[in-house]
């Protein structure tokens, strides 16, 4: 099990070894897994809400008209698409997968979802970014809100999963915060929970990685 001192100490170690730059740099988690049979369809795709929110917040897109449409433009989501932009979009393979580069969630009026499948599946299902229904009445800004200050985290066929955590103005209490967060949520997914992660690196943007299995091979010789 990862402790909250090691968590701390990698993202130290991580802020350390950044070369400075004229930009907020990022900070990512990269999660390395272990005693998982991927040939058995292994797939991870979580949201996780992020106890503090970095400077850049994610990008939504809400598909939805009418009153949802309107109570999605009041949130301050970046897009909201109607039915026929939508069709169009199913029309327009390029302009498709620009639209599903250019934004980290998508919403969708549930009478809509069936269309979105249509249109824009084989873009959004490959990159786990299939729509979360929003159901007739549904708190959109509240939803909104709560997506703003999620990642993603995904892993498909594949023994590793690296997701931001925040950025270089988060301290070092509240990345190692949101980076608890991300390892909880994963480590209820897999089969045997912590157990299952072999190893854990912090890394911001210009920077060199601070890896755990590092830091215990330290531990272990100052315990000797």
Known sequence: MVSDSQIKELVKRARE???????S????????????????GFNLNET?????????????????????????KRAGVEHVMEPDELDRLGTNKR??????????FFLSDTGQMAAVGRALGQFLGPKGKMPTPL????PVEAIATRFRGSVRVKAKSQLNTSTKIGDEKLSD???AENANAVIAAVEKKLPQG??????????FTMGKGAKLSA??????????
């Open 95 to 104: 302009e498709a997968r620009k639209m599903v580069r250019a934004h980290d």
């Open 17 to 23: 070894g950044a070369t400075k730059r004229n930009f």
């Open 173 to 175: 209490e509240q990345l």
């Open 48 to 72: 996780v809400v992020l106890p503090h929110k970095p400077s850049k917040l994610p990008t939504i897109c809400v598909i939805a008209s009418g009153e949802m449409g309107m109570k999605a």
């Open 215 to 224: 830091l215990a091979k330290e531990e272990k010789k100052k315990g000797e």
């Open 194 to 203: 912590d157990k299952n992660i072999r190893n854990v690196m912090i890394k």
């Open 135 to 138: 159901p007739y009445g549904a």
């Open 25 to 40: 740099q990022s900070a990512e988690l990269t999660l390395v897994l272990k005693d998982i049979d991927v040939k058995k």
